[in-house]
């Protein structure tokens, strides 16, 4: 093989290598889907259930696209806020949304 076609092979596997890399967009983003919603909404749920005070009977947990979505109630302000924090940290959660009345006085 002469030096002209070693390059030219080079250049090929080069062009293929770095085509390859550049096809693979999803690798820094999160797959989202129904399926994906229904076991973040389950993580959610079970991160809800560890809050102090917070009865998960109490809220309504719902996932769309990564979006959480807490309405409900919850005796004390700290713990509305806490059952926020603890869906905020659930990993996959792209943001929260929330309707939390408080029953405190």
Not at 4 to 28: F, G, P, W
Not at 50 to 58: Q, T
């Amino acid at each position: 093989m002469n030096n002209t076609s070693l390059l030219r092979a080079l250049i090929v596997s080069a062009s293929l290598a770095v085509a390859a890399c550049a096809t693979d967009t999803r690798h820094d983003q999160t797959d989202i889907s129904p399926l994906n919603d229904n076991v973040l909404n389950d993580n959610v749920t079970y991160a809800i259930q560890k809050v102090p005070g917070v009865r998960s009977e109490d809220l309504n947990i719902s996932t769309r696209d990564g979006v959480v979505t807490l309405t409900g109630r919850t005796q004390t302000r700290m713990q509305a806020q806490d059952a926020i924090e603890a869906a905020r940290h659930v990993p996959g959660v792209r943001k929260v949304d929330y309707d939390i009345n408080v029953d405190e006085q």
